[in-house]
């Protein structure tokens, strides 16, 4: 996650969107403040990953990954990948909410405030501003590994998502 294309697509993305809208202002704008949001963006993904989807997934016995759909129709594999933000599957099998993910958002979050402007720490406001913006890249990233990544990896074998 960390270095692969769509990672820095987003990012880049979400920076973009907060330079246009001057979304923690203290950055600034032009170059310099892109590539500090930037770099913020990626850093709360960044350790994000890290917790969430390593130390908090093994801790909380969860599998966090996205695992391909690939069949029924687009708004069903839509909602899918757009849920699997927030849903995993346990070590048991079950599906169950994505506790591992969401701490380490969360978790991400709070160590945000350390570089984040200081006119824009507030706390837990920006913690869980943060978190949900994470939550919001989870589920991008899930569409676009649906719609676009299987067409790009050649000679991908077939596997049953149900069953990781």
Request: hydrophobic share 35%; glycine share 14%; net charge positive.
């Amino acid at each position: 996650m960390s270095i692969d294309p769509v990672t820095w697509l987003t990012t880049g993305a979400f920076a973009g969107i907060e330079q246009a809208s001057n979304t923690f202002a203290g950055y600034g704008q032009g170059a310099q403040g892109y590539g500090k949001r930037f770099g913020a963006n990626y850093a709360d993904g960044f350790i994000n990953n890290m917790l969430g989807n390593a130390v908090l997934a093994s801790l909380l016995k969860q599998d966090p990954r996205y695992f391909y759909k690939g069949t029924g129709s687009i708004p069903s594999r839509a909602m899918y990948a757009i849920a699997n933000a927030v849903i995993c599957k346990g070590d048991n099998g079950r599906w169950q909410p994505n506790y591992s993910t969401i701490l380490g958002g969360l978790a991400a979050g709070g160590i945000s405030n350390l570089y984040y402007p200081s006119s824009n720490r507030s706390g837990v406001e920006t913690s869980f501003a943060n978190a949900f913006i994470g939550t919001g890249e989870g589920a991008v990233q899930n569409l676009f590994q649906e719609f676009v990544v299987r067409h790009l990896t050649p000679k991908v074998p077939h596997y049953d998502a149900s069953s990781p």
